[in-house]
């Protein structure tokens, strides 16, 4: 049962809330569960081969801004006796926070106050490098991060919440982080993106989400702390934290429900990734004015907050500049769209929610346009402006900075994208049951393909003998400055044999210059990965009988042959391991990987029964 207690400070008497204090504390541990939950979410939509890199950037944000947070940034944020443009150094260390509340109306501890506030900062760097997902390097990460939550998020924080902040004195809303969560990241997503480039496949890849289960379990994990997000910022267990709540809700699925809508009626297929994308815009939506509006205010934030995000999603292409998991078109879009209606329908009876029963109207703010406060959207572009203006400008020097030390290069190597961000700066995979060398696998199937035609051919042909087998030898001609020519011819079965394999090893290991081409086999590389899932129901029957044979050792294949893309391709796979291990070509993973080799076939063909001859 909560109880209230008053305590007095040698210098100001306060109260503390025991009910507040608790349900301060844990929304503050349910917005912390949001980054794993984006780390989910932002990991389903990449490609299989980035999966990691993102959750374990997510984290990352995490312990580096909490690490932050206790050192300066909560003092340069809250501190009392800051400037108008940002804190000092008052409460450095955390000195001063404990149970006295930060401000006097609040009744909950400072030490709980600044630990919600640290989920915040936590989250929002994580949000930014969503735009940068499947090409930027790991190293320079921590450092972004400290320097970024230092000069961004602690400045515009200090404006929006702090007492002393300009934007707070000016009057701009932000009832839970409008402008430092959504606009700031979404404004920091575009610099980081402009910085590193576009993918070196952004022209022919769709990139088709990798895993959708991970980016509903993603989704739902966020809704959750997004109650606890929006409503916990009311700072007290009351009736506008529920109202708050309820707005958020209903936001987040009137949004999902219209943008479900406008994917159907542009591709006629009832997506779940957009009923996952629509959630999102609209929670990010109503975060500024989910404790300032009316239930059916919320309705507008979700419905207008989903149409201007999906627009601006579906011409993303034209803004010039790679976002790859759409950060600027849901959550600064979304943002910005929520500020300027929170301007519009923030009413005064909604914020008399977190005031004492009886308070005076005229100790009550105002609310916007429905309260006739005419000047409050002007004041809300204000800020948007502001804001965006900062962390753009603040984020792309930052980031060129950083890009000018040689052992901070933001962007990976070619060869190390090709191989992605796991593997290549990890050492690790999301799947290591599964097979990651993409291309490696097609290059195995043009060659399965040919012998199977091969064979075919020679059934029709009389002039061979049966003792031929319709072998297949791939010949190459290798030149340095030249593309790779592939023919098939047949020879004896011994020089077949031994043909195919010495030719097949060698044009894995030839590659030497990335821009050497395959004649004929071009259209198979960094191919968009297609979902298959009408696989064969039957397909341990299909099987039944194949004769899985271990292939000798080969030698490792160069990272720069070619590109590990998805393991979305649902095709069935013969594997067969090897003992040797070939040194690790990156930087970071500093030891020696073991090699696997896979074959596959996207059917099963007629003589599916006949013993697969060894390579």
Request: charge should be negative.
């Amino acid at each position: 049962m909560s109880t209230n207690s008053s305590l007095i400070n040698t210098e100001v008497e306060y109260t503390i809330n025991t009910g507040d204090t608790g349900w301060v504390m844990l929304c503050a541990a349910l917005v912390f569960l949001m980054s794993p939950a984006l780390g989910f979410f932002y990991a389903g939509l990449a490609r299989a081969k980035n999966a990691l890199s993102l959750m374990y950037l997510t984290i990352l944000s995490v312990a580096v801004v909490s690490f932050q947070w206790y050192l300066i940034g909560y003092s340069l944020t809250f501190s009392e006796t800051g400037n108008a443009f940002i804190g000092d150094s008052a409460h450095f260390l955390l000195r001063g926070v404990g149970r006295a509340p930060q401000y006097a109306e609040q009744t909950i501890p400072a030490s709980a106050f600044m630990l919600f506030q640290c989920m915040f900062a936590a989250i929002t760097p994580a949000l930014a490098f969503g735009s940068a997902a499947e090409r930027m390097s790991l190293g320079p990460a921590i450092l972004f991060i400290f320097i970024w939550t230092t000069l961004v998020y602690d400045v515009i924080t200090s404006w929006v919440w702090s007492k002393n902040g300009w934007l707070t004195q000016l009057g701009a809303m932000d009832f839970a982080g409008g402008t430092p969560v959504h606009i700031s990241s979404g404004l920091a997503a575009v610099a980081y993106a402009m910085v590193v480039g576009k993918r070196r496949d952004y022209h022919e890849n769709v990139n088709t989400p990798h895993n959708v289960s991970f980016v509903f379990l993603g989704l739902a994990l966020m809704w959750f702390g997004w109650f606890c997000f929006n409503a916990g910022s009311a700072l007290a267990a009351n009736a506008r934290s529920v109202h708050s709540l309820v707005n958020t809700h209903l936001s987040g699925c009137t949004a999902g429900i219209v943008w479900v809508l406008m994917d159907y009626q542009h591709t006629r297929k009832w997506s779940i990734i957009g009923l996952c994308t629509g959630a999102v815009a609209g929670l990010a939506t109503i975060t500024p004015g989910s404790g300032l509006v009316s239930q059916s205010s919320s309705l507008a934030f979700g419905a207008l907050g989903s149409i201007f995000c999906n627009i601006i999603l579906r011409y993303k292409h034209r803004l010039g500049f790679d976002d790859a998991l759409d950060v600027f078109a849901v959550h600064y879009i979304g943002g910005l769209v929520g500020l300027i209606l929170t301007g519009i329908f923030a009413e005064q009876w909604v914020i008399a929610l977190g005031y004492p029963e009886g308070t005076p109207l005229e100790d009550i703010p105002m609310g916007g346009w429905l309260d006739g406060n005419w000047m409050q959207v002007p004041i809300q572009l204000a800020a948007i402006a502001s804001v965006s203006a900062w962390s753009f400008v603040v984020t792309y020097l930052i980031l060129i900075v950083l890009n000018k030390i040689p052992s901070l290069t933001l962007r990976l190597k070619d060869e190390d994208e090709i191989i992605g961000t796991d593997w290549a700066e990890m050492g690790e995979r999301a799947y290591g049951y599964l097979p990651m060398d993409e291309e490696h696998a097609r290059l195995q199937q043009m060659i399965d393909d040919a012998k199977i035609r091969s064979e075919e051919e020679d059934d029709d042909d009389d002039t061979l003998s049966a003792t031929s087998g319709g072998e297949v030898q791939m010949d190459e001609h290798v030149t340095r400055a030249g593309p790779i020519d592939l023919s098939l011819n047949t020879e004896t079965i011994a020089g077949r044999k031994k043909g195919l394999k010495h030719n097949l090893r060698q044009l894995m290991m030839s590659r030497k210059d990335k821009n050497i081409a395959i004649k004929g086999v071009s259209h198979i590389l960094e191919e968009p990965v297609i979902f298959n899932y009408a696989q064969n129901n039957n397909i341990l029957k299909v099987l039944d009988g194949t004769n899985f044979e271990q292939k000798k050792p080969v030698r490792a294949i160069p990272n720069n042959l070619v590109e590990m893309d998805d393991m979305t391709d649902q095709r069935n796979y013969h594997y067969s391991s090897t003992e040797e291990a070939g040194p690790s070509t990156t930087a970071s993973s500093g030891r020696n990987t073991p090699v696997h080799e896979y074959e596959y076939s996207d059917k099963v063909p007629s003589h599916h029964n006949k013993t697969h001859k060894q390579l």
